[in-house]
């Protein structure tokens, strides 16, 4: 019988350390590695409340780290727990993203996308890669991970809706700019879904492929329970995924227009125009 091995495993870890990102987010250090690469992802159990998946924010083979922004139940028990709390933990699961040694990559972060993308760039100047990390947010307060990416030695570049730090508009405009100028040869994006529909446009316009980290509800993780098919071609984005290149992704019908919820309940990012 030929029995696929499964290279995953399921921890039970105590949080070492907990940092306040800003108001909404926080990141949650453990002193162990799940072996996790940039783009993938894990399941986030709390015994008796869920489990949910969760970017691997980085992974050195000492430290693991997860950022999570409160939005609802699950996100919001996790900004409850304390140092030495106990969680479970499965991973990693997932494809990530790839690059060969000495590209030039472009990072576009919107929101807690910032935590994966610092985790590729962190790896890609390891691999001696040249990287501009764009970096988006609606305001200053609300911009992540900005400390840890300057330490990086990478060209950052950001942008706020309001102008109170870096570009007054979209981190999409400032990465249009980017590539009139200089000669890209992979862009990496995550952040929320309409954002990176547009960085998928902007890649293409410049013959340049885009890889995106899409968030679908997941229950399982592992292909199982059929929860995150994509519409309408039925792949499944915890397998097939999160990590997906721009030429698949700009077919499917639901490409920054809607989400699915636990029920498969269609939610629309904008209010669908009456017929
Ligand atoms: C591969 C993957 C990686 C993820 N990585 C992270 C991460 O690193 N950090 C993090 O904070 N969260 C991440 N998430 C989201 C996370 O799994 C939960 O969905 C999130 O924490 C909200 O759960 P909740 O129970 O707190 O709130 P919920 O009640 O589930 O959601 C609260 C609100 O957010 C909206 N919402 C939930 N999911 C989505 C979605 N996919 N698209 C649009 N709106 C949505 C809901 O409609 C609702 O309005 C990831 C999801 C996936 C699939």
């Not at 939005?71 to 690059?99: A, I």
């Not at 691999?127 to 970096?135: D, Q, R």
């Amino acid at each position: 019988m030929n029995i696929k091995k499964f290279d995953s495993r399921f921890e039970i870890l105590s949080i070492a350390k907990i940092v306040q990102e800003n108001e909404m987010t926080k990141t949650f250090v453990f002193e162990s590695s799940i072996g996790g690469k940039p783009g993938q992802f894990l399941m986030m159990w709390i015994p008796g409340f869920d489990e949910k998946p969760m970017s691997i924010a980085f992974d050195d083979g000492k430290e693991l780290w997860v950022t999570i922004c409160a939005v609802g139940p699950f996100s919001q028990k996790m900004h409850e727990l304390k140092v030495g709390d106990k969680v479970g933990v499965r991973g990693p699961l997932g494809t990530h993203y790839k690059f060969k040694a000495g590209e030039h990559l472009a990072l576009v972060a919107g929101g807690y996308g910032a935590a994966p993308m610092y985790f590729v760039a962190h790896e890609a100047v390891k691999a001696k890669c040249k990287v501009e990390f764009l970096i988006g947010a609606r305001n200053k307060d609300l911009l992540l991970y900005g400390q840890k990416i300057l330490g990086l030695g990478v060209d950052l570049h950001i942008s706020t809706d309001d102008g109170s730090a870096g570009f007054k508009g979209y981190i999409t405009q400032v990465l249009d700019k980017v590539m009139d100028e200089k000669k890209i040869n992979q862009v990496f994006t995550c952040g929320p879904e309409v954002m990176m529909k547009v960085v998928g446009q902007v890649a293409e316009k410049h013959g340049v492929e885009a890889y995106m980290s899409m968030e679908k509800y997941m229950k399982c993780g592992i292909g199982v329970c059929g929860q995150c098919a994509i519409d309408d071609k039925g792949d499944l984005c915890c397998k097939k995924g999160p990590v997906m290149k721009w030429s698949y992704l700009k077919k499917l019908p639901e490409m920054g227009q809607y989400h699915r919820d636990a029920q498969g309940r269609k939610h629309y990012f904008f209010k669908p125009l009456a017929k």
